[in-house]
């Protein structure tokens, strides 16, 4: 994509691989860079708001209430300064998706244990 190239919400919703929905709902809460307009008055966005999306929607997957991705946000927009926060922040997160993806694991195992099982012929297994 070129870099100068401007996207209307529903082009910018595609590429970010999110709902229209879920684009406006981050203009709601502040997570987005303060929306810009087109003459027509229809919000455009650029590569840089593609890339601060698609970031935040990671983030969001990964388990970040919009609590927090505000408070991230924030300090991004700060600046330099909240860089020791801000890594904190991904350190915090970071741990919790390593607990999840642990608990994933286990709901693995049991998935294969009664897989195991049924296929041995034993369907009474719960």
């Known amino acids: 994509m070129d870099k100068n190239q401007l996207m209307r919400i529903g082009a910018f919703a595609k590429a970010a691989n999110v709902t229209i929905r879920t684009v406006r709902y981050y203009l709601e809460c502040g997570l987005l860079p303060p929306e810009k307009r087109n003459e027509n008055n229809q ?4 590569d ?25 946000t ?35 195992k049991v998935i294969d244990h009664k897989l195991e099982r049924y296929l041995a012929g034993d369907s009474a297994v719960m």
Do not use: C
Not at 43 to 46: C, T
Not at 48 to 72: F, K, P
Not at 86 to 102: D, F, G
């Open 43 to 46: 919000r455009i966005f650029n």
């Open 48 to 72: 840089e708001d593609l890339h601060w999306i698609t970031n935040l929607h990671y983030l969001r997957e990964a388990g970040m209430s919009i609590v927090e991705l505000q408070h991230y």
């Open 74 to 108: 924030t300090l991004v927009r700060e600046g330099d300064s909240s860089l020791p926060q801000r890594i904190e922040l991904m350190r915090e997160q970071r741990k919790r998706v390593i607990a999840s993806i642990a608990d994933k694991q286990e709901q693995l």
